[in-house]
């Protein structure tokens, strides 16, 4: 079935220094790649999403990159701030329009 | 409202009841999802409504979750006879179109067997 990997699960940066999470999906019929934001008890919100007819795209300190071919995609945050600590999670869609999340990365900023 | 709303916010649950989860989508929007997170752990897809159409269950658990959206806006997660293991955070989110768009989601209700 369809599935999504996330790596890592954990990321401690330095505040000012970036983050790269990376994730890797397994249906070839994947269009849409979404990367949400969830911080402690609140919900998912998107940040950022790509679909696969372009391989990179940034809005202000974040971007996200695409391999179709290598069926990868990761998101970079550039210029750490306190405030982008949260769990992130990728998703891809699938030939079923749903939607499937990675198992989430903890992100922690060190002042 | 302007966004998905859950009811009830918190839910528990004595081991053995049925219990209904509802999930008020964003006027208009098309696709409905509902998810299940548990602690820690990424939301895991439970099943997908079109408009009124159930198109892929294939992410419920067992036979004693159910879903339903009759009039395709509204819909209710319903879990028979809990058991521990149902304790989690359920997200319900939709999207404007049938795929490709971004999902909107809802608070979530989180339930606790007990």
């Known amino acids: 079935g369809e599935n999504v990997e996330q790596h890592p699960s954990t990321l401690s940066v330095q505040e000012g220094d970036s983050a790269v999470i990376k994730c890797t999906y397994s249906d070839s019929a994947s269009n849409y790649f979404p990367w949400y934001k969830q911080e402690l008890g609140k919900r998912p919100q998107l940040i950022i999403d790509?679909?696969?007819?372009?391989g990179e795209k940034k809005d202000q300190r974040i971007a996200v990159t695409l391999n179709k071919t290598a069926k990868h995609f990761s998101l970079h945050i550039t210029e750490t701030q306190p405030e982008d600590s949260a769990v992130y999670f990728c998703?891809?869609?699938?030939?079923?329009?749903?939607?499937?999340f990675g198992s989430g990365t903890r992100l922690s900023i060190r002042p | 409202g302007a966004g998905v709303s859950q009811s009830p916010r918190y839910k528990v649950a004595k081991r053995g009841q049925d219990v209904a989860l509802r999930c008020d989508p964003i006027s208009g929007h098309v696709s409905l999802f509902w998810y299940q997170q548990a602690l820690g752990q990424g939301p895991e897809f439970l099943t997908y409504?079109?408009?009124?159409?159930?198109?892929?269950k294939s992410g419920l658990p067992s036979d004693r979750f159910f879903a339903e959206r009759p009039e395709g806006s509204v819909s209710t997660l319903k879990i028979q006879r809990t058991q521990q293991e149902d304790s989690a955070v359920y997200l319900c989110?939709?999207?404007?179109?049938?795929?490709?768009?971004?999902?909107?989601f809802g608070q979530g209700t989180r339930l606790t067997v007990v």
């Open positions: 998703a891809a869609d699938s030939s079923a329009s749903k939607i499937i």
């Open positions: 989110a939709s999207s404007v179109e049938r795929g490709g768009t971004e999902a909107f």
């Open positions: 409504f079109q408009n009124e159409a159930q198109l892929d």
């Open positions: 790509i679909r696969s007819n372009v």
